[in-house]
């Protein structure tokens, strides 16, 4: 079967190719891509090529499809996994195998380190690989976005369960975020700061009493305060505050807010040694400063106060990405009606994958989701009422309908439509 896919070559070398691909074997899955979520991981190793630590030395002679936050439907199942998966069930994948015998040793994924599978593309070839580590999950919901969000949602779920406290007096670490303590979360009203929102105010299992999201600009703390409101948040205990930083003390400020205190985790969503600097200085009593956003360089660095790291028992952690479970659970939530349709603001098709990702930092707005098997520039949600299309025109209407953001209906829509675009 032929695929059409967008492959990395190497440093901005990316390029939407059409190709035929193998035949599966007995221990292998063919499967079709329906949406793909562009993270800025994808933009990281673009602009890295081989130097990025899941692709391939050899990328340039065996270029690797890019994406890794897809999800579609089984299309064929090697008799290996007969009993397990069957044509026509709907999948996301959790990308990061672990997988010692992989393309790159342990650090392989799909959306990578792989010639036939990544979330750009028509069809793939689902390997072993992914079957053994058990990270071709079902997905029971409706439609498909929802499970391409399921690995960023994982990210957040990952870094909530790697948050770490400690008793004086013993070395016994307590995983977690304290139930019904204090967060702060600082940069976060980007696309994976709205999905933390999401999830700190939809778990059962505990959360915080008061929580704390900051930026510094003003209108995506307005459009995060108005898809994830005070007024439901007090419905799950949670008291939340929306805070612009651009102020001339915000560690007053937001001190001020945690009562004097500090905060028991303080998650930075910006690696900017600045805001990496006001957690610090937030933090409570064994507070947990979570490291969430990845730096571009090698030999990034930021201030730290060594003082209360030992007399004030500061903790540090970060983590890259969700496991299986975190995945697991985040397509759980979405299965009990939690929809991750706020971090969505663009949307496009396979044709806008390679400037979209060669250029995301620059695009301003939330996630940038794509539609494998259509053509369509890529699209601000807001925007769809100002091209004059009657196609455009209906998602317009469908998207107002659902509070301006995206949704299954819409999706439904835009998939039978295609052929007008």
Known sequence: MKTKAVRLYGEMDLRLEEFELPEIKDDEILAKVVSDSICMSSYKSSHQGAAHKRVPDDVAENPTIIGHEFAGEIVEVGAKWASRFKSGDKFSIQPALNYPGGPVGVLSAPGYSYKYIG????????????????????????????ASLSEPLSCVIGAMHACYHT????????????????????????????????????????RPSLFVVTDIDQARLDRAASLYTKEFAASRGIELH???????DPVSLLKGISGGEGYDEVVVMAPVPAVIEQADEILAFDGCLNFFSGPGKPDFKAPLNFYNVHYASTHVVGTSGGNTDDMKEALDLMGKGMDPAGLVTHVGGLNAVIDTTLNLPSIPGGKKLIYTHIEMPLTAIADFGKVGKPVYDELDRICKAHQGLWSVEAENYLLSHASDL
Not at 182 to 193: D, E, I, N, Q, R
Not at 242 to 248: G, Q
């Open 119 to 146: 979330g750009d593309a028509t069809y793939v070839v689902i390997p072993a690989e992914v079957m053994e580590m058990g990270c071709l999950l079902p997905f029971k919901g409706e439609g498909f976005y929802p």
């Open 167 to 206: 008793t004086p007096g013993s070395y016994v670490h307590s995983m977690e975020i304290k139930d019904d303590g204090k967060m702060a979360l600082l940069a976060g009203v980007g696309p994976m700061g709205l999905a933390m929102i999401n999830y700190v105010l939809h778990r059962e299992d505990r």
């Open 242 to 248: 929306y805070v612009n930083t651009k102020v001339e």
